[in-house]
């Protein structure tokens, strides 16, 4: 039977309790004609914010944080551990002699090396001593530790897809059988020579979806670079700008996350660009500005510049500079999302 009709506000309230909610009011804020972001544009200065990231080591250390890092909260959204609304970002700090020790997750992470170098990522037997500029990648579900064997303190960008992961309720965690270290059964640098020269292994074992070569060594990166720019011209939105991928599948390195390095020329600014992907900025070399949505901002090697998913910025370097970036644009195109305007 059919109820008498109703005022549509008491309908509403009486659908409540049926735990149903009307479309009709939400619709417009839930397809929306264009992206709405919920995060802001910003930059945390390096200089800055070193003091207080040397400054936890006295307050914690690695082997009782786990990993101690500072988490890089977007000013819009304190207290939920998230640089963009999809990614994660922090600065992770490791002391001469410390060990983080090993664990391994669902997540998948990526390590952009800020200062220091010869601490090392040791990654399913492989350890890789890292250097400033280099990618580093901690494929899902691989065991991983951290240790400084260095007279100096190592810092890098952790970037991971968490909330990716979170979004979809998927999250597994487990240590090691000890805190101890692991110890390597395969050579250093053994992915980058089997895969990082055009050539496979004929019986390939890598099963993975990451990329095989779990360092991209910035030498041979910004090497890439300086090639590029001696055979062509700028592009007007990018400069010179290279996507890191898996040599096997030509893919993202990591799926989750798409990694990036662009050379601005002395002078060089960008036209202004836009793309659904929000994006976090490392500057390597250099100096500039970023304008994003109208607001500029400043910086010099090692700040780290968020721009919002759909908001239009421009870069310009007031010397040679290289920039790495990550963003959530590898996920997106894989679901037919990704947009960009120039």
Do not use: C
Not at 243 to 263: C, E, H, K, V
Not at 323 to 342: A, H, T, V
């Amino acid at each position: 039977m059919i109820a008498q009709p109703a005022s549509r506000t008491e309908y509403v309230r009486r659908i409540r309790d049926q735990h149903l909610a009307p479309l009709w009011d939400v619709l417009g804020g839930l397809v929306t004609p264009e992206p709405k972001t919920v995060i802001a544009p910003y930059r945390w200065r390096y200089r800055e914010i070193r003091p207080t990231l040397l400054e936890s080591a006295t307050v914690i250390s690695a082997k009782e944080a786990e990993r101690r890092v500072l988490v890089l909260e977007n000013p819009k959204l304190p207290g939920e551990s998230k640089i963009t609304n999809s990614l994660f970002g922090g600065l992770q700090l490791i002391m001469p002699g410390e060990v983080a020790p090993p664990h391994r997750h669902i997540q998948a992470a990526l390590r952009f090396i800020i200062e220091g170098n010869g601490a090392y990522t040791g990654v399913d037997g492989e350890r890789t001593f890292m250097k400033p500029g280099d990618f580093v990648i901690t494929p899902s579900w691989t065991y991983h530790d951290h240790g400084n064997t260095t007279a100096e303190p190592m810092v890098w960008l952790d970037g991971l897809d968490m909330h990716m992961v979170r979004l979809f309720e998927a999250s597994f965690r487990e240590g090691w059988i000890n805190e101890d270290p692991i110890e390597p059964t395969k050579p250093e640098n053994d992915s980058l020579h089997r895969y990082g020269a055009n050539l496979v292994p004929i019986e390939n074992s890598h099963t993975r979806n990451t990329s095989p070569i779990f360092n991209y060594p910035y030498d041979r990166t910004r090497e890439a670079l300086a090639a590029m720019q001696r055979a062509e011209d700028p592009s007007p939105w990018f400069g010179y700008k290279m996507r890191y991928i898996n040599p096997l599948t030509g893919g993202d390195a990591i799926p989750t996350m798409s990694t990036f390095m662009q050379l601005l020329p002395k002078g060089f600014e960008t036209k202004a660009y836009r793309a659904t992907d929000s994006t976090v900025f490392v500057p390597v070399e250099g100096t500039g500005t970023t304008t994003i949505g109208g607001t500029t901002f400043d910086w010099e090697p090692h700040d780290i510049i968020v721009v919002p998913s759909w908001m239009k910025y421009t870069h310009k370097a007031s010397d040679d500079a290289v920039i790495f970036s990550y963003s959530d644009r590898g996920p997106q195109e894989l679901l037919g999302l990704w947009r960009d305007e120039k």
